[in-house]
């Protein structure tokens, strides 16, 4: 997740966003993963926040864990701006929200279900925000999703600045027109690719044999992907037979627990972390060298999210494609330009 501390010069959406956001312009900014879209923004926002005014900036996240990591950014930037915030999410205590809440937080995090109930119970002072900011917003409009945030919408004062960002984004366009009247769209293009892309095939039966041989490769730490939350805990079960450092995180992880087992990873103790789309979602982990898609995702949209766990800020990264049928070949080459490798004495090595 992007920081100040982090960077030496700002990225092409961060100086695309700053002058629209500035302006107090509504704002749709499409940019793929890794270039910043959090500080791009959190810097021109955060500066019209008004100290010790209370509730204005509202900012909503699709799910708990980027919505504790976008609050941990917005902490380190806000506390020297002398301004305060609150993260809102589901699965935590309300009771303490609410209490933390009434010491008057000029900003708040929340994911949308909680945050809704917080409105209806005037908690959440929706005629004092007078910004409000959907990340992802192309998760935020699925119906599990948008059902909460149209109600949050709606109870916004009409003079509220609206601001949208996601790396997928480009078809909501006229749908986030109707709330945000005169909406700015800055489309980022892709930047140069910094991730080698590249498809191992295997039989489906061996791909957990693979993933093994894969795990052994030195310097290993691998995100890895499946479709189905049913399959993570059986690969769990194998690759920890094989004493391999591997652990699931579903989404209906305890927030304590899943924090720990992603700083385990992060450190390095645990060698591959396997998750489905919705557990990974907004998962940032620095200098992650490899993506690994056990199964091949059922969209492009899907393969992109996935992608850009890796590679972040123009960092070198790779994703591994493990191919079990012709089927599954098709899709990842429709997805991206594909390399044909084989594992070989604990590297990658191209067929071509």
Known sequence: MDSLANISEFTEVQHASFDAISSGK?????????????????????????KKQGQQLLILAPNSELAGQIFEVVKSLATPLGLTANL?????????????????????????????????????????????????????????QWQFV?????????????????????????????????????????TEPTVDHFMVKVENRKKIDL????????????LVFFNRLEDLGNAEEKLTFQNIAAVSIASDVNGR????????????????????DIAARGLDIDDLDYVINFDI?????????????????????????????SFDEKNV????KQTEKILKAGE???LK
């Open 26 to 50: 509504n704002t749709l900014a499409t940019s793929p993963t890794g270039t910043g879209k959090t500080l791009a923004y959190l810097l021109p926002s955060l500066l019209a926040v008004n």
């Open 150 to 190: 149209k109600q949050i919408i709606k109870r916004t004062p009409k003079a509220y600045q609206f601001i949208a960002s996601s790396a997928t984004a480009h078809q909501v366009f006229e749908r986030m027109s109707e709330f945000a009247p005169d909406l700015v769209e800055i489309n980022v293009a892709k």
């Open 257 to 276: 627990f899943r924090k720990t087992i992603i700083e385990k990873f992060k450190s390095g103790q645990i060698t591959l972390l396997l998750a489905t």
């Open 88 to 144: 809102v999410i589901s699965g935590a205590s309300i009771k303490r929200q609410i209490e933390r809440i009434k010491k008057g937080p000029e900003i708040i995090v929340a994911t949308p279900g909680r945050a809704l109930e917080l409105v209806k119970d005037k908690k959440i002072k929706m005629t004092a925000i007078n910004t409000i900011i959907l990340d992802e917003v192309d998760n935020l409009l699925e119906t599990s």
């Open 211 to 222: 993933l093994k041989h894969i795990a052994h490769i030195k310097g290993m730490r691998g």
């Open 297 to 325: 995702p059922v969209t492009n949209e899907s393969y992109t999210h996935r992608a850009g766990r890796t590679g972040r800020m123009g960092k070198i990264g790779h994703v591994v494609n493990i191919v079990g049928n």
């Open 333 to 336: 080459k429709h997805y991206q």
């Open 348 to 350: 990658f090595i191209s």
